[in-house]
């Protein structure tokens, strides 16, 4: 059985609240909270702008993105060709190859590697809304591994689908998603006809991407095999990068299902439409049960709230989800806006108690500490750049659209470790590492250097010269779960104070640097920011949101 689909049932609750509309206090550490589960990082900028806004208004524009999509990868990469031969003669260095049909191993490898470039920058320069987040949840969801694809253009194709879905309709993505030329490749659609059909994407149309293997989920094997015969006579035209269906290669015998699907009869079709019809018809009955809706709620929930779903969630977060979910067509923003403004999410033991993912932390702390890269328009620069943040998130365990294997990344499904599986004794030292690189020396190509600069970032703060007010400022931003007074004190004393008891150490270092930002002064502050910012980032309230 899946794990991401059990339920513990002899779990002691974790807290009884539900999907009531949250009335509680809207402070700062509400809306932190909201920004950080449904954006990578929080900038402060972020916070300035929705600051003074309703917990109704956050939620809102975070659901309804209005900035424009970002342009399409670019050809930052290099051929080395045999002589005289360039296989990517087509494309200049500079503009995309999305729409270039181009067959060569070598040169669409090096397609895969700009798109997750591509990717990482995206992130980086979200907008204030979920759209990132989501499109990474259903890049996850359906599992394609760009490596087993090949194709980076298709790659590409199959990302375009998800970010036009991935606040719309979860019918209309599953239906469009199954002749995409990526998900023909991957799960070897493209392979499946009448003589031979091929059971896997059937398999995990039902049992990782619908309705998954819950006690509810009764679908028999006699059921995958059918699924699979509607599924018959799609292939791919590696000359358009289309799909194309093939009534010569499509099962037109009537399809019949087990009692769980009321006994379905799909019947067979023999025109050039039969492939659209059986697969519409397919969609209809899988999306009459129940189970669908519950299976994405859970998925939704351990993305965006906590990974332990036990018998209080599941009836009420869980079950009044999923009914709004399946009312609502399979509408996604009216789950996820029910999730967002309930009580439940924002009950005190549903913050600070979820573990960073690699793109969390390295992403994250990138917008927290307000980076800043080169101009849009110096793509070679960027796409370097760029490619050092995939690298480290990839080095933590997260690779983007490589997970190990159709079923995720298995923080999401692997019981009973789940989230906790991003923290080893391989990953918590490379973390460290990542925040030691960044505030050190961060990285340069080209003569841009990206790091984190903590004196600036000090100076965002209120009261800065106040080495009590800047700490506490510091952890307010950074941690979700704040630290004691004691330890507060300790942190001030032993790294601002370098040691001494008054706070005037700090006071005057500051107030000299600001009134005459010599080399001198500036040394001097930045040698004891530096040393704070470290010691921060390795506690381990900073790996939660």
């Known amino acids: 059985m899946n794990a991401a689909e059990t339920v513990s049932s002899t779990a002691p609750y974790r807290t009884q609240s539900g999907l009531a509309p949250y009335n509680g206090p809207w402070t700062e550490a509400e809306l932190v909270h909201l920004l950080r589960r449904t954006l990578f990082g929080v900038k402060r900028s972020d916070l300035s702008y929705f600051t003074g806004r309703s917990m ?130 991957y799960l070897n659609g493209y392979l499946n006809n009448a003589t031979a059909p091929d059971e896997n994407y059937a398999r995990e149309l039902f049992e990782l991407f ?182 480290w998130m990839s080095n933590l365990g997260q690779n983007l659209y490589d997970p190990p294997n159709v079923s995720g990344l298995p923080a999401y499904y692997q019981e009973p470790s789940f989230h906790e599986l991003w923290i080893t004794s391989d990953t918590l030292p490379k973390r460290n590492q990542y925040t030691d690189t960044m505030i050190a020396t961060g990285y340069i190509r080209n003569n841009v250097r990206v790091q984190f600069n903590c004196v600036e970032w000090a100076r965002t703060l209120y009261n800065p010269g106040n080495p009590t007010d800047l700490i506490n400022g510091a952890i307010s931003f950074l941690f979700q779960n704040t630290l004691s007074d004691i330890t507060k004190t300790q942190i001030k004393t032993q790294l601002l104070l370098t040691g001494q008891q008054w706070d005037y150490y700090w006071t005057n270092a500051w107030m000299a640097y600001e009134s005459n930002p010599t080399t001198a002064n500036f040394n001097i502050v930045n040698t004891r920011l530096r040393s704070l910012f470290q010691y921060l980032f390795k506690l381990s309230e900073y790996q939660l949101i």
């Open 210 to 391: 619908t309705l998954g293997k819950g006690p509810d989920s009764r679908y028999t094997e006699t059921d995958v095999k059918e699924a699979a015969k509607v599924l018959t006579g799609w292939t791919i035209n590696f000359s358009t990068y289309q799909p194309v269906f093939t009534i010569s290669r499509h099962s037109t015998v009537n399809k019949t299902f087990s009692s769980f699907f009321n006994n379905t009869v799909i019947t067979g079709r023999t025109t050039a439409t039969a492939g659209a019809l059986e697969i519409s018809d397919l969609m209809a009955m899988l999306f009459a049960q129940r189970e669908v809706a519950k299976f994405i709620a859970r998925k939704v929930y351990r993305w965006f709230v906590y990974y332990t779903i036990d018998a209080a969630t599941e009836q009420n977060v869980i079950t009044p989800l999923a009914d709004i979910f399946r009312d609502s067509g399979y509408e996604i923003k009216p789950m996820l806006t029910a999730l967002f403004k309930s009580e439940h999410f924002y009950d005190q033991m549903n913050r600070g108690c979820y573990i960073k993912t690699p793109a969390d932390l390295v992403i994250g702390s990138l917008r927290e500490m307000n980076v800043a890269f080169a101009p849009a328009s110096d793509w070679d620069t960027n796409y370097g750049l760029w490619n050092t943040f995939y690298s």
């Open 56 to 185: 109704n208004q956050v939620v809102d524009e975070l659901l309804n993105p209005t900035a424009a999509a970002p342009t399409p990868p670019v050809k930052e990469y290099n051929i080395v060709a045999t002589p005289g031969v360039n296989p990517d003669a087509n494309i200049a260095r500079g503009t995309t190859w999305v729409n270039d049909i181009n067959n060569d191993g070598t040169v669409q490898s090096l397609r895969r590697s700009s798109l997750k470039k591509w990717l990482t920058g995206n992130m980086i320069n979200q907008d204030r809304s979920v759209l990132e987040k989501m499109i990474m949840f259903w890049s996850d969801h359906f599992g394609n591994e760009a490596a087993e694809i090949g194709y980076g253009n298709w790659v590409y194709t199959q990302h375009q689908l998800i970010r036009r879905f991935a606040l719309g309709n979860f019918r209309s993505l599953v239906s469009a998603i199954t002749t995409d030329v990526a998900m023909l490749r």
